[in-house]
């Protein structure tokens, strides 16, 4: 039997939670001196209608390596004999190197020292790592081995597209989440800006005016990079407006031929404290790794209205 364990910031739904039996260790969110459990202590509803009114931002702390260890004894309590352990970028939290730590913990007791454990660096933030760990889940449930499940997540994790798009960057820019370069060009352009996960961090990849070219940006987008095959489900996320996460799952129904899952789920606390109010995130298998970044996607732009412009007015 294979166990499935992750952080808080998976952000995946307690639905899904309780059907696959994954068990969390839970990031510390701390909001004026006070300190809250990540999905124990304090809702996402909740830290949403605070957060414009905290006299301080709030700060996040990873899980301790003990929390990692507890949650593999007591994996092995309930009769599992191999565990899989999936976590957040090791470059936007410090999860995964206390989920390793947790690992050495766990093989130095007698009783452990044979248990199979692997902890994945997903290289993903939020849902990111909480699509590796559905599939993964569902992978077990059709008959894939604990090393099938390994290659799986290592092999495909950097193919694990993201895209998010917030509607005030100085939370990612506080929190050291976005590189120094892309908080530069998003700080000049005054657009929406829509990043990626590069080098385990966010990087700013393309710049929108206002919600629905956003929307337009993840559709298009979408159409060129997903990977069918893998692409079975999508998750759509969002911080504190469920509507417009709908919007685009509408227009994903609508103007795409993916007919797989789309799951909408909010964003917890931990994450929400660096994306802030008006956050929304697409997460996708892509083929090939293709390149993203700013002046491509700007260069794109340029031509494709410049084909349209031809195209209308050119000769014949």
Not at 23 to 31: F, V, W
Not at 257 to 273: H, K, L, P, R, S
Not at 281 to 299: C, G, P, S, T, V
Request: charged share 30%; hydrophobic share 35%; glycine share 6%.
């Amino acid at each position: 039997m294979i166990k499935i364990i992750a952080d808080s910031t998976c952000d995946l739904s307690e639905e899904i939670l309780e059907k696959y039996d994954i068990q969390l260790a839970s990031l510390k969110i701390t909001i004026e001196g006070k300190v809250y459990r990540d999905r124990v202590d304090i809702s996402p509803d909740e830290f949403y209608e605070q957060i414009e009114n905290y006299s301080e931002p709030p700060t996040t702390g990873m899980p301790s390596p003990t929390e990692f260890t507890d949650l593999m004894e007591k994996a092995v309590t309930d009769g599992y004999k191999e565990i899989l352990c999936i976590c957040m970028s090791s470059g936007t939290s410090g999860s995964y190197q206390s989920a390793e730590l947790g690992k050495k913990y766990f093989h130095e007791k007698e009783a452990y020292k044979d248990i199979p454990v692997h902890v994945v660096d997903s290289k993903s933030m939020s849902h990111g790592s909480g699509w590796l760990i559905l599939k993964s889940a569902r992978l077990r449930e059709q008959g894939a081995t604990y090393q099938e499940l390994i290659d799986f997540n290592e092999s495909y994790k950097l193919n694990l597209k993201h895209f998010l798009s917030v509607d005030d960057l100085n939370h990612l820019i506080r929190s050291g989440r976005l590189s120094n370069a892309s908080a530069f060009f998003g700080k000049i352009l005054r657009l929406k800006p829509i990043m990626t996960m590069k080098d385990a961090k966010g990087a700013i990849v393309a710049k929108e005016r206002g919600r629905k070219r956003v929307l337009e940006h993840y559709v298009s987008a979408f159409n060129k990079r997903v990977d069918e095959e893998l692409t079975d489900f999508i998750i759509i996320g969002y911080t504190s407006d469920i509507n417009y996460a709908k919007n685009l799952q509408g227009k994903i129904e609508t103007e795409t031929d993916f007919n797989g899952e789309i799951f909408i789920m909010q964003m917890g606390v931990a994450v929400g404290t660096h994306v802030g109010l008006g956050g929304l995130a697409l997460y996708f298998i892509e083929k090939d790794r293709m390149k993203d970044n700013l002046l491509r996607n700007e260069w794109e732009s340029i031509v494709e209205k410049k084909n349209q412009f031809l195209k209308k007015y050119g000769n014949e």
